[in-house]
């Protein structure tokens, strides 16, 4: 792999907040992001996922700037974008684009949908007024909405709607690179796959990069060519999505593919759970940090913090090449027919999409 091959890279890659300062005692540190290396491939999709607190958010957001490290780099076509100035970082951000997770809150109301999708245009300069209607008018019906809606407001549209509203905007620039910080969470089940399928077919058409962030192992499993798995503020594990699912590495993430729910309540595949919550990014355990919570512990793991590997399947685990842990196997995916669900209702949006645009 060269570096052309390399289209936005962190080394070291560190946040650390201070909560406000208590009355008695001092500000407390926690350590959002903890020394991430990264190096995302041109042209790829990457899911990171990891439960709610582990720092993804705040990865996506140092990743395109929209926070700055406290230590580390990010590199963006050769420049450190790690601490540049919004003004600096202006004509980057038309290649670097986020979508949020929350489609209500994202878009401002007081803007017609037409307004909002021009608005990059505008600021970037790009086009002239006739140019940027009929480039919104393209925008709009590639996420599968009517160009007629243009004069509407965003309050007037279904979360789906307004999700697809907020990727049209994201899309305007004409990004290199698109971050979508679980931009199909909010929507339900059905409208998710649409959502998921128009993402996937504006990368091709648009040669996109894309980062995305999910819960949903369904929506990884079906959109991501390669898994970073984070625990804490850091990286465990990161392989392609097939080695990830089928031979996990790290009992961290081996107790996630574990904990894909089946139907009946309360009832998970009898392999490696996940007991008790994430501690907490303020006072972190010694040594592995996923320690206290993993069945296979040992001294040296209560002492010695595991280096993520540099190799094609990366993994921070002293006993990774000992533990012979369970993957998402067909037969796994057999007995948990919810997880089996979910992955049939992407092939069936997908196969109905195809369909579509073969007739
Ligand atoms: N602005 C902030 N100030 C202080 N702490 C923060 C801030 N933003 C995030 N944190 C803390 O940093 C840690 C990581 O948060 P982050 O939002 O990145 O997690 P996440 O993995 O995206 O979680 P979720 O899945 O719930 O969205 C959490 O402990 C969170 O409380
Ligand atoms: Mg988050």
């Known amino acids: 792999m060269t570096a052309r091959d390399i289209i936005l890279e962190a080394h070291g ?29 041109r042209g790829e999709t990457l899911a990171i996922v990891g439960e709610s607190g582990c720092g ?62 021009e608005e990059p245009l505008r600021v970037h300069r790009i086009g002239t007024p ?30 789906g709607q307004r999700q697809r509203i907020g990727i049209a905007r994201a899309l305007a620039s004409g990004p290199k690179v698109l971050i979508g ?31 995305i962030i999910a819960h949903d192992l369904a929506v990884v499993r079906h959109m991501a060519d390669r898994v970073a798995v984070m625990y804490l503020g850091e990286i465990v594990e990161l392989a392609s999505v097939d080695a990830l699912f089928n031979a996990p590495r790290h009992p961290y993430t081996a107790a996630l593919i574990a904990a894909i729910p089946v139907p009946h309540i309360g009832a ?41 590997t540099n190799s094609d399947h990366q993994v921070a685990c002293h006993f990774a090449d000992d533990l012979n842990l369970a993957g998402l196997s067909d037969n796994a995916t057999a007995r948990s027919p919810a997880a089996a669900a979910r ?3 992407y092939r069936e949006a997908r196969a109905r999409k195809d369909k579509e645009a073969a007739t």
């Not at 957001?61 to 963006?76: A, H, I, Q």
């Not at 990014?281 to 993520?308: K, M, N």
Request: hydrophobic content about 40%; proline content about 7%; glycine content about 6%.
């Open 13 to 41: 890659l560190k946040l650390h907040f201070t909560t406000a300062k208590p009355l008695f005692g001092k500000a407390k540190i926690i350590r959002a992001v903890d020394g991430v290396d990264l190096r995302i491939r």
């Open 56 to 117: 993804k958010s705040t990865l996506a957001r140092l990743l395109v700037r929209l926070f700055s490290p406290t230590e580390g780099s990010v590199t963006y076509d050769g420049q450190n974008i790690a601490n540049k100035s919004e003004h600096d970082m202006r004509a980057l951000r038309r290649d670097l684009q986020f979508i949020f997770q929350d489609p209500f809150s994202s878009l401002n109301p007081q803007m017609s949908v037409g307004a909002l999708i």
């Open 130 to 159: 006739a140019e940027r209607r009929t480039k919104v008018a393209h925008l709009l019906s590639r996420v599968g909405l009517s160009p007629q809606i243009a004069d509407r407001y965003p309050h007037e549209f279904s979360g």
């Open 181 to 211: 910080d679980e931009p199909v969470s909010a929507l339900d089940v059905s409208i998710q796959a649409q959502v998921v399928n128009i993402l996937e077919d504006l990368k091709e058409e648009f040669g996109l990069t894309l980062v």
């Open 268 to 308: 998970r595949v009898a392999t490696a759970k996940l007991q008790g919550d994430p501690p907490n990014p303020i006072d972190l355990p010694t040594g592995c940090r996923f320690y206290p919570r993993c069945p296979h512990a040992t001294d040296l793991c209560r002492s010695e913090r595991p280096i993520l």
């Open 343 to 345: 992955f049939d209702l």
